[in-house]
């Protein structure tokens, strides 16, 4: 079908930088951009900003030793070099005269309630490199949250051969972000895809569905009571995420397939929805978790100690050694003994970070759905 | 199966705000962000950023009227209110002391080579709105280019039934992004899952997949020569892309069942690709495009009319009155006359911005696979 030629009007060429005409040869030459991170072959990583006017530009991110000053060069641009630095996906942020922000020459911008980070990766850490293996495919949807009666975003990871084989059923892991991030932040920084895509590779984890939700259900300053959150977080998770996972996906439905872990705020949601519905989630963790007090928010679990325990197949959490959150990982863990629940606990090297949580993630998804 | 319990170290305490534990009710509040933008009831919308030092803000976006400065108010925030602004998806910059950058208090950030952009919505198009209607799905991958030897992203929306109708085939649009741009911003800031969605339950468009590649082959200082662009990304396209979405999705892979459009150099890709390979694409267009010397690089499909007439279901390109490259387009439609190129060119409204855009892929879409 062609449709019929119209004409409306041939404008007319002004001068000057609008009247720059692509029907030309050589093609019309778009400005290069500043480059920024470049990190060089040795593991040392130089940082750029065009900021002719600032006074002061520093940039930190989460390697050792904290923030670095940049110094003015040529054309206004700022920069340092740093490192070597050691294999590992990093986060950063840059602050010009006070204000944090993104490297705006870094197409690679953490997802965030709030962006200011953005991230580089020094190469070589083989569980989250993109490996010449069968690899899944992430999904995302929105869905209208009855509960929270508000469009809400969600990312799903298949593993691979689900578009293949059309009859096999998966067992699903609930993923949860911490307080800053958002449902994409698992995959964008998380690698959780190709942490998931190696993991199997090297049979040692079960194929199986990764849900990423939002996790920030109440939003605006009420936002701030984490567990007024947690309740609606969890409302949300039960009358719409897990219909609509269950719906669209061939999900297994019991609680032996059921896993849910979390980082930070994540890992607070994780461990009390997990202990709270252990007829739903047979597998649960948490990862530097923000945790409210256990003994009243998780009294159900803890005065059925048999239930619980025979209902869950691992209840798992670690918290890093320089993590501000430890001492409430151990009280949780002396308080789960006191009441003679069975738990794997452990303080580990590291702060509260995304590396820490990488490496987490490795070690979690190996344990889950085993039996 | 349950590890055995490991308690490696119980923390001190330290005093001071790493001290704060989450174990105590009220539960530890998170500071509250700004909020920016706020959009308001009657289509007014606020800006907001903190920047105690900074002299001089603005706030510029694709709004009619241009930049706005904003004032220095209490605590170092900056705003300024404008508008009532007409329903339309606003993209925006704000710019500190000269320093162009995204929102840093706005989730919603524009996917960009280069990230200085955020986007906010008034909401009011029925078009691109998610809908009470059957919704497709977005699912992101990486691919190893053997053609560029590199790890490159591809979106792909399938649409509505997709997973459910496992034996059916599909057509497949190729849509292609601006020279800023990326394989994520046709889903974030163009809403073309939405705008597909919806199209197909008003029964005004086929079902169709939907590839949305990286436009960006060459990289570094060399991706600034388009033509080159343009080959290298060629051949990507026919080497590496589409192999891989006719192996991994059910796709019907005749010319007829295969479109390709795309905007501003997304739109001289489109143009030179499509034209050249007319065996392969049998629906063509082009919005905004940048066009690069037709008369040399489409020579082969102008010398043999017939032949391009013959296996071209359509040629469809527009371009605002207000874009800088409607002559070009004006150009290449007189072109193509003088061949005796049957071709569908419309001038229209608008610049060369995404509300454009987005109404032209409203228009494109279901012009294509309709016999």
């Not at 799903?156 to 059309?166: C, I, L």
């Not at 939002?214 to 719409?240: C, W």
Request: hydrophobic share 35%.
């Amino acid at each position: 079908m062609i449709k019929s030629l119209l004409l409306v009007s041939l404008m007319a060429v002004s001068p000057g930088v609008f009247a720059q005409t692509a029907v030309q040869n050589p093609p019309r030459q778009i400005a290069p951009i500043t480059i920024s991170p470049e990190v060089h072959a040795d593991g040392t990583v130089t940082f750029r900003v065009p900021a002719t006017n600032a006074t002061k530009v520093t940039v930190g991110g989460d390697w050792a030793g904290g923030s670095k000053e940049m110094t003015k060069g040529e054309n206004g641009i700022w920069s340092v070099t740093m490192g070597p630095l050691p294999p590992e996906i990093y986060s950063y942020s840059l602050n010009i005269d006070g204000v944090a922000m993104i490297d705006p020459n870094n197409v690679w911008v953490k997802p965030m309630r709030a962006p200011r980070t953005s991230v580089f990766e020094i190469p070589g850490i083989r569980e989250y490199d993109f490996q010449k293996v069968a690899h899944g495919t992430v999904r995302s949807h929105q869905y209208e949250s009855t509960t929270l009666n508000r469009l809400r975003s969600l990312t799903v990871y298949t593993p691979p051969g689900y578009d293949q084989n059309s009859k096999e059923k998966y067992p699903v892991l609930y993923l949860l972000h911490g307080s800053g991030d958002n449902d994409a932040t698992w995959i964008s920084v998380g690698r959780a895809n190709n942490i998931l895509d190696n993991l199997m590779s090297d049979g040692k984890a079960r194929k199986m569905i990764v849900v990423m939700t939002d996790g920030h259900a109440i939003i605006g300053p009420q936002g701030t009571n984490r567990m007024a959150n947690v309740s609606a977080y969890e409302k949300d998770l039960f009358t719409d995420v897990m219909p609509f996972v269950e719906h669209n996906y061939r999900t297994k439905n019991e609680s032996k397939s059921r896993a849910i872990v979390g980082l930070s705020m994540g890992g607070g949601q994780s461990l009390n929805i997990g202990l709270n519905h252990t007829e739903t989630f047979a597998w649960v963790g948490g990862m530097s978790a923000s945790i409210y007090d256990p003994e009243t928010n998780l009294a159900k679990a803890l005065n059925d100690s048999k239930k619980t325990n025979k209902q869950l197949k691992l209840l798992w959490f670690q918290c890093g050694k320089d993590d501000r959150l430890v001492a409430n990982a151990s009280e949780l863990s002396a308080i789960l003994d006191n009441h003679q629940i069975k738990h794997a606990f452990k303080i580990t090297e590291g702060n509260h970070s995304w590396p820490v949580w990488r490496k987490y993630l490795v070690e979690f998804v190996p344990l889950i759905f085993q039996d």
